[in-house]
């Protein structure tokens, strides 16, 4: 009996020393290709750090370009209910479901990637984590700023040379600035911007440098226009790493930990440095070497485009307001991290 009793034990240390030992595999979910700078830079190497600090008990399944079905609009749902473990996703593709969240998409609000994500990220928790419900916050970025690429060649210059063009818009805030400055915003994701730009369905884009090449934009634009040089971009998109909340609560405790510290505000600025501000200049290049026309805004022109999407400003604070929140005080304290994060 003795000798079944220590039989029985050890088969029982060994399954559960085999239990706790097994990997835990996390499908990540993504709209664009494997190709793409973000997929590469950031989403890849977040799941190789993981994988290194679990010692291989913790691994990621990348599903890039919509592989587990649905519309971009789709991954934070698929992520609050479980269709997904982790997706990054622009939440504002959900329209009118991130108010709150979306005051860092309003124009000439944001300088850096590094910068405004720090903003960002510290805005949400201390404002904005209803909006996020059902899904535990890895990391939260923007981009480096919105410059506009066009088919045409003598590009834009002034406001009078956008109005009427029908130009990409990433969000709705873009949306309303793009219509304050005279153009016709045509709201579409990402990957639909090369064949829409080809066939003409669109005059140009906004898009932020860091997914020129995912668009082939240095090929199919031939003009370029950003802000002046450290003046607050054009537009901004926000953008959301996060995971399904009861599939982090189902983990052990020292596999939380390497979420933990692989989640947080210094992830958010690596994201928006490493994924967005570092690639500025090359693709720049990109579009330099093939003779494209880059402009930049002379300070004139600028604050005129400033002064013509103001309202935009002022509508997101009475949506916001209308659904129970402080718009001003919100748009203070987004100004406020902004000053404090994205000099």
Not at 2 to 26: D, M
Not at 203 to 209: Q, S
Not at 226 to 247: E, H, L, T, Y
Not at 286 to 306: K, V
Request: with cysteine; charged share 20%; glycine share 6%.
């Amino acid at each position: 009996m003795s000798r079944l009793a220590a039989f029985v034990a050890a088969a029982l240390l060994t399954v559960g020393t085999c239990a706790q030992a097994q990997t835990v595999v996390l499908k990540v979910h993504h709209f664009l290709p494997a190709t793409a700078n973000v997929h590469r830079n950031l989403i890849q190497p977040w799941c190789d750090k993981i994988a290194q600090e679990s010692g291989d008990r913790m691994k990621c399944q990348i599903y890039p370009a919509m592989q587990l079905g649905g519309t971009p609009a789709q991954l934070f749902d698929q992520a609050r209910d479980g269709v997904a473990d982790i997706v990054w996703t622009i939440p504002t593709y959900s329209a009118g479901r991130f108010v709150k969240s979306e005051v860092f998409e309003l124009p000439f609000f944001t300088r850096s990637a590094k910068g405004s994500s720090q903003a960002y990220w510290d805005y949400v928790q201390k404002s904005a984590l209803d909006e996020y419900q059902g899904v535990k916050p890895l990391f939260l970025h923007t981009n480096d700023g919105s410059a506009f690429h066009l088919s045409s060649a003598k590009g834009v210059r002034t406001l009078d040379d956008l109005k009427g063009m029908k130009i990409r818009a990433a969000t709705r805030l873009n949306s309303r600035m793009l219509t304050a400055l005279g153009a016709a915003p045509v709201q579409m994701p990402l990957p639909a911007v090369p064949e829409a730009m080809s066939k003409g369905v669109i005059d140009g884009a906004m898009v932020p440098w860091e997914g020129v090449p995912a668009a082939k934009l240095q090929e199919i634009a031939k003009s370029h226009l950003d802000a002046p040089a450290g003046q607050p971009k054009f537009a901004n998109s926000i953008f959301a790493f996060v995971m399904n909340q009861a599939r982090y609560n189902a983990l052990p405790a020292d596999l939380k930990k390497v979420i933990e510290a692989n989640s947080g505000l210094a992830v958010s600025a690596w994201a928006g440095e490493k994924g967005f501000d570092a690639v500025v200049v090359a693709n720049h290049k990109l579009a330099s070497d093939r003779g494209n026309t880059l402009l930049t805004l002379d300070a004139a022109e600028y604050q005129r485009w400033i002064k013509a999407a103001s309202d935009v400003d002022d509508q997101w604070v009475k949506e916001v307001s209308a659904k129970g929140a402080n718009g001003p005080a919100l748009l203070e304290q987004a100004r406020t991290l902004i000053l404090q994060y994205d000099r």
